[in-house]
């Protein structure tokens, strides 16, 4: 397992330097998003083609009105026949100026109007004045007064019936198919190329989170036991889950809308420009708007969105714990209490979430379609000031398109505003979990070194867990390669930090520690624990199997050593009602197995590992009477030829030890073999009397 570790040692240690340069936590979430910038970009491109499929729309609209819509209203010349854009009206053909060369345009002219709530075939030419300035009042049935540039002309005029007006559109129609396939076109591209922009960004996104969540659970590998001692498993269970999936909505969500709003709205403002400067100049005002408003948000909703994630993670850490001691919760009555505590993180979470609601809903959709009705009654009255007061007056399709491109300004305005509590939350989320990534740590190492013999020497060993106060202080011993070392003492006087230090999980103040005549500082730690092999009081079993267990599905370790370990040990006596035999599934920690068969179960895990250096950590400690005849067995058969280190609290059971030490207060106060400390009458001495419950000679 080291070594399926040790494989990403060298790309750590690049990420690690390529996130302490990338600055803050904004940079570093797109420096992920640059591992795959090439997915990205073609996704961002066919969204860029997708928005200008899309925002073509309108201008293919405002042509449909202006062109052959209300086009329709103008020049129309008499002309001598039939023709395919010209119209047959009582005896008389014609066709609009619009389609005919200049050249062409020598015969009668009349006008296409509408007047009062009917449209107006008008004979003869009106009077001179700007375009867009002429007003039609119709005068009955046959006549009609132009009124154009301060002058007002009476001209001869026919009232067309629905029907006659149809003729007129007639030549339109194909026109308007065209237009009108050519927008259909342009819909079914732009779905088609934002459903793939969409899939790649996503795809994009999860190989994000993916690459994340395997650094942090790289990291954890590689962190100090020290940081596991004082950091909850629900914690660190909630920064690999809930703070990466925080993290995940911001490439999925937040970072894809974002850039997709950006895009709509370029490409928005340039159809505005288009269409009208000055008015789009004025919808420029919306952008410092939005601007100050994310500004806002974020100096209130970032401290909120932080204390919920903390929070967060103090619900997971708590319900972790429930979880593992609800026996003792129950047998002390402390259901009540437990539940009261766990009320108070929920309402202190409670309160956090509904004043992130707070301030959501007065930043969030509500204000922003409030700005969207201002800039609508500021584009009427521009409109309006502009058709009554101005020369020229505003064409209808133009008016439409503002009025589209208006309401499509503010989808992406409003993608934005709705995302900014979740790009809080995947701040405040990104920043647990950076600073859990840059905690240091020590890369596993590539490799391997030979076996080792298995002397050990301790020389004025020093150590403290809190850089205060010492737990060790001036430890010294030699062990040679095949005896058996015991270690007594009672609770805190620093039995298992001698084996703390021994396996590196932590490093000592002072003093050195040699294996093989080798300061183990010099050796890295996945070598020197590749040899070594611990039994603890209460030990770990993995979900899997007893096969499993015992291998730790390492590829090195056969099933045929597997079998052997078990039975060498006398676990196939123990285990012998099993129904799956070695195969047989193991829940979490072993928890429908006995104290004794877990026992004989991670013997055989270290016999399988063959180390040089073995410790047993209290290992017989919770066992019963009748096992412990079956575990002592197994020790003899674990013990033979490698340096052993006991800790123990039953003396019984080192009697035959190469080497007693006798700790006290972090100090070695006797050493020697059983007989020898006995004999002496010290401490060792009171200690083994007591036990034997001849409490008068102690």
């Known amino acids: 397992m080291n070594e399926a570790h040790g494989a990403g040692a060298q790309g750590t240690s690049r990420d690690r330097s390529a996130r302490r340069a990338g600055g803050g936590i904004g940079w570093r979430l797109l420096g992920y998003a640059r591992m795959f910038k090439w997915q990205i970009l073609t996704a961002l491109a066919m969204l860029s083609v997708a928005v200008a499929a899309d925002l073509t729309g309108p201008l293919i609209a405002k042509a449909m009105i202006d062109r052959h819509i209300v086009g329709i209203q103008t020049v129309w010349y008499e002309v001598g026949g039939p023709g395919p854009d010209r119209v047959f009206?009582?005896?008389?053909?014609?066709?609009?100026?619009?389609?005919?060369?200049?050249?062409?345009?020598?015969?009668?002219?009349?006008?296409?109007?509408?007047a009062g709530r009917g449209f107006y075939l008008i004979a003869g030419r009106w009077p001179a004045g700007p375009a867009g300035a002429v007003t039609v009042h119709p005068l009955g049935q046959s006549a009609v007064v132009v009124e154009a540039g301060g002058r007002k002309v009476r001209l001869p005029a026919v009232r067309l019936s629905a029907r006659e007006l149809f003729r007129f559109y007639q030549p339109e129609i194909p026109r308007l198919w065209r237009l009108a396939g050519v927008y259909l076109a342009l819909i079914a591209v732009s779905a088609g190329l934002t459903y793939g922009q969409q899939l790649g960004l996503q795809v994009a996104a999860n190989r994000i989170l993916q690459t994340m969540r395997m650094q942090v659970y790289r990291q954890i590998h590689r962190l100090p036991v020290r940081y596991f001692d004082e950091t909850p498993a629900g914690k660190m269970v909630s920064r690999i889950t809930n703070d990466t999936e925080a993290i995940r909505d911001?490439?999925?969500?937040?970072?894809?809308?974002?850039?997709?709003?950006?895009?709509?709205?370029?490409?928005?403002?340039?159809?505005?420009?288009?269409?009208?400067?000055?008015?789009?100049?004025?919808?420029?005002?919306?952008?410092?708007?939005?601007?100050v408003w994310v500004w806002l948000y974020r100096r209130y909703a970032g401290r909120v969105n932080q204390r919920i994630r903390a929070l967060l993670a103090e619900i997971n850490g708590m319900i972790h714990e429930t979880i593992q001691c609800m026996p003792v919760i129950h047998a002390f009555n402390r259901e009540r209490r437990t539940l009261a505590e766990f009320e108070e993180l929920n309402q202190a979470y409670f309160q956090g979430q509904t004043r992130l609601l707070v301030i959501n809903s007065l930043t969030g959709y509500n204000l922003s379609w409030t700005l969207r009705n201002l800039f609508f009654v500021a584009l009427i009255a521009y409109f309006g000031w502009r058709y009554l007061r101005l020369p020229g007056g505003i064409s209808y399709g133009t008016l439409y398109a503002f009025v589209d491109y208006l309401g499509r300004l503010f989808q992406p305005v409003v993608q934005v505003v709705n995302q900014l509590s979740n790009l809080e939350q995947a701040r405040a989320s990104a920043e647990r979990v950076f600073a859990l990534l840059d905690m240091p740590g020590e890369d596993v190492a590539d490799g391997s070194m030979p076996r080792i013999r298995g002397d050990v020497e301790f020389e004025d060993v020093w150590f403290s867990y809190d850089g205060k106060d010492d737990v060790l202080r001036g430890i010294s011993f030699s062990v040679r390669q095949g005896q058996t070392?015991?270690?007594?003492?009672?609770?805190?006087?620093?039995?298992?930090?001698?084996?703390?230090?021994l396996f590196r999980f932590y490093e000592p103040r002072s003093g050195r520690i040699r294996v093989d005549g080798m300061?183990?500082?010099?050796?890295?730690?996945?070598?020197?624990?590749?040899?070594?092999?611990?039994?603890?009081?209460?030990?770990?079993?993995?979900?899997?199997?007893?096969?499993?267990?015992?291998?730790?599905?390492?590829?090195?370790?056969?099933?045929?050593?597997?079998?052997?370990?078990?039975?060498?040990?006398?676990?196939?006596?123990?285990?012998?009602?099993?129904?799956?035999?070695?195969?047989?599934?193991?829940?979490?920690?072993?928890?429908?197995?006995?104290?004794?068969?877990?026992?004989?179960?991670?013997?055989?895990?270290?016999?399988?590992?063959?180390?040089?250096?073995?410790?047993?950590?209290?290992?017989?400690?919770?066992?019963?009477?009748?096992?412990?005849?079956?575990?002592?067995?197994?020790?003899?058969?674990?013990?033979?030829?490698?340096?052993?280190?006991i800790i123990a609290h039953r003396l019984a059971t080192i009697r035959h030890a190469d080497m007693i030490l006798v700790l006290e207060r972090g100090r070695i106060v006797e050493r020697g073999t059983h007989d020898e400390l006995m004999a002496r009458r010290g401490r060792y001495y009171q200690m083994y009397r007591l036990q034997l419950g001849d409490a008068s000679s102690a």
């Open 250 to 291: 911001f490439y999925v969500t937040v970072l894809a809308n974002v850039i997709a709003s950006g895009i709509n709205m370029a490409g928005i403002y340039v159809a505005l420009f288009l269409l009208d400067v000055r008015l789009a100049l004025v919808c420029c005002l919306l952008l410092p708007m939005l601007l």
């Open 519 to 645: 300061d183990i500082r010099d050796i890295p730690a996945q070598h020197l624990r590749r040899h070594m092999a611990i039994v603890l009081q209460d030990p770990f079993l993995f979900t899997g199997t007893i096969a499993s267990n015992v291998s730790l599905d390492d590829p090195a370790i056969s099933r045929e050593r597997v079998d052997w370990a078990l039975r060498e040990v006398g676990a196939d006596r123990l285990l012998a009602g099993l129904p799956n035999g070695w195969d047989e599934p193991v829940v979490e920690r072993g928890s429908t197995l006995s104290a004794g068969q877990r026992q004989l179960i991670s013997f055989a895990r270290a016999l399988a590992f063959d180390p040089a250096i073995l410790v047993l950590d209290e290992a017989t400690a919770s066992i019963d009477t009748e096992t412990e005849a079956a575990i002592q067995r197994a020790l003899e058969v674990l013990k033979r030829g490698r340096t052993t280190f």
């Open 485 to 501: 070392v015991a270690i007594v003492g009672h609770t805190g006087s620093g039995k298992s930090s001698i084996m703390n230090l």
């Open 89 to 114: 009206f009582r005896g008389r053909w014609y066709e609009r100026s619009a389609y005919l060369p200049p050249a062409a345009r020598h015969g009668r002219v009349v006008h296409l109007a509408e």
